[in-house]
């Protein structure tokens, strides 16, 4: 059998295999039938689409755990105004290089976006505490520019649940602040 055949044939097996479309050892089966029990014939190109893979669940779990240590940093912790934006920065920079990794891997960075927001958000609280004195009223100034940012970035940007997340936020301000 020919090189090509062979090797398109060995993909769709594999395709088969991890969507288990054929049992498990039927597969292995017809792996060892066409590989004549060679298994380095197999294609490269699937052992590094998991590799890939599991690089961009490990990025994404760091992002999540970015959030946790956002929200940590910002209100367990007694750490210093200067000592929080010298954090800031750095998690700028992770999301610089996270939204660069994924739009070079052609893949959607919803993840970083929302932490940006996240990360927006928090770092507002902190204004508030460090310029206005923890005022309520410039809290509610900023959370509702925050709002804003939101809602005009879904819209820009085509994302909905930004939009939504946007107005959400937003009517329970406006709730909040009646009530």
């Not at 609280?125 to 509702?144: M, P, R």
């Not at 709002?147 to 937003?170: E, N």
């Amino acid at each position: 059998m020919k090189d090509e055949k062979k090797t398109v044939l060995l993909n769709e097996i594999n395709f088969w295999k991890e969507n288990k479309i054929l049992p498990e050892h039927y597969c292995d089966y017809l792996i060892a039938l066409y590989t004549q029990g060679d298994e380095t014939q197999q294609p490269k190109n699937l052992k590094s689409k998991k590799k890939i893979f599991q690089w961009e669940v490990i990025l994404q779990l760091l992002l999540l755990l970015l959030i946790v240590v956002m929200a940590v940093i910002t209100y367990i912790t007694a750490i210093s105004f200067g000592l929080q934006t010298l954090f800031l920065s750095v998690f700028v920079i992770i999301l610089i290089f996270s939204w660069i990794y994924f739009r070079k891997k052609k893949q959607k960075p919803t993840l970083v976006y929302i932490t940006a927001a996240f990360l927006l958000l928090f770092y507002t609280v902190q204004i508030n505490g460090a310029f206005f004195e923890n005022e309520t009223i410039s809290l509610y100034w900023l959370l509702l520019i925050n709002c804003l940012i939101w809602i005009f970035g879904g819209i820009v940007g085509k994302k909905l649940f930004f939009t939504l997340s946007g107005f959400i936020a937003m009517a329970l301000l406006i709730l909040l602040i009646l009530i």
